[in-house]
């Protein structure tokens, strides 16, 4: 448990951090659903 | 020539996409004899492939959905409704194939396919919604028999001839009932020279054509009941989009 620990932290701390209020652009394909699907 | 720049990669949800989707709809529609109108509900894919300078070619995935609005109703697109869920939705996958050149888009191909929702998905939201049926069921084809009969029986005006049926569904439980759709074309016939010759009825001249359609919904059991709607669409239809009669829609292609 603790070595699985010490990896999680790391992979935080590499982490770039975001701009507040940032938006990850939506995938361009497929598009938005307009009705619903089936 | 020099070469022209790479395409700058479009989204699905890109205007230009979606400009390019309803020139194709559109094309889609005004090319269909049968059927319904559909409508888009998703760009799936789009990819642009560049000619030369303000020459591209667009490739479209599209997936649309059934609408309530005929192909020969004379109602725009934009005011047609989308089927629901419930009423059994109809999904048409499509592949166009368009040029743009100097901002003008064009179709070069296209095909579609269309398939029904699955009956299982929808009984499990919905256990007691009829499911659509096949077009040559007998319940279906005595039903719409027995509306159109009514109809014509009842009406004042011309004799209504069958042009195609659009959907059926069936409810089983709790009790047994037939819907139908069809489209209906006016005959120079009244009610009375249809009883002697129904063959000799001609349908009016195009210019004078009264094309319509028609609900009806049969209760089978607990108790027989016919109810019936026709309304007459009282427009000129192009003539690319007259159905050859007597020619009835088998199947649920878009193309």
């Known amino acids: 448990p603790v ?6 932290e790391a ?6 951090p975001r701009p507040v209020g940032f938006v990850p652009p939506p995938p361009p394909c497929p598009g938005k659903i307009r009705h619903f699907r089936i | ?6 395409p700058a990669p479009l989204g699905c949800d890109d205007p230009e996409a979606e400009a390019a989707a ?3 709809v559109n094309y889609i529609n005004g090319h269909s004899r049968h059927g319904y109108k559909f409508a888009l509900n998703r760009i ?7 000619q030369g300078l303000n020459n ?4 479209l995935e599209l997936d649309l959905l059934e609408t309530t609005c005929h192909i020969l109703s004379p109602t725009p697109l934009a005011n047609c409704t989308v089927r629901s869920f419930t009423q059994h939705a109809v999904e048409g996958d499509c592949d166009v194939k368009l040029q743009k050149l100097n901002g003008k888009l064009s179709v070069l191909a296209s095909k579609c396919h269309s398939h029904a929702d699955s009956s299982e998905d929808l009984l499990q939201m919905c256990p007691d919604c009829p499911l659509l049926a096949s077009l040559n069921n007998t319940e279906v084809l005595a039903t719409v028999t027995a509306a159109l009969n009514d109809h014509n029986s009842k009406s004042t005006e011309p004799y209504l001839r069958l042009l195609e049926i659009g959907r059926a569904r069936i409810q089983y439980h709790p009790v047994h009932s037939v819907f139908v759709e069809f489209a209906v074309a006016a005959t120079n016939c009244s009610l009375g020279e249809a009883k002697e010759n129904v063959e000799g009825c001609q349908l009016l001249p195009e210019d004078q054509s009264n094309f319509g359609f028609c609900t009806a919904s049969r209760l089978i059991r607990p108790s027989e009941d016919l109810s019936v709607d026709c309304q007459l669409y009282g427009h000129q239809v192009p003539h690319h989009m007259l159905p050859s009669l007597p020619e009835y829609s088998t199947g649920q292609d878009t193309s």
């Open chain 2, 44 to 50: 799936d894919n789009v990819r642009v492939v560049s």
């Open chain 2, 1 to 6: 020539v020099p070469a022209a720049p790479p």
């Open chain 1, 3 to 8: 070595a699985k620990r010490a990896v999680a």
């Open chain 2, 22 to 24: 309803e020139f194709a």
């Open chain 2, 56 to 59: 591209d070619i667009m490739f």
């Open chain 1, 11 to 16: 992979v935080q701390h590499d982490k770039v």
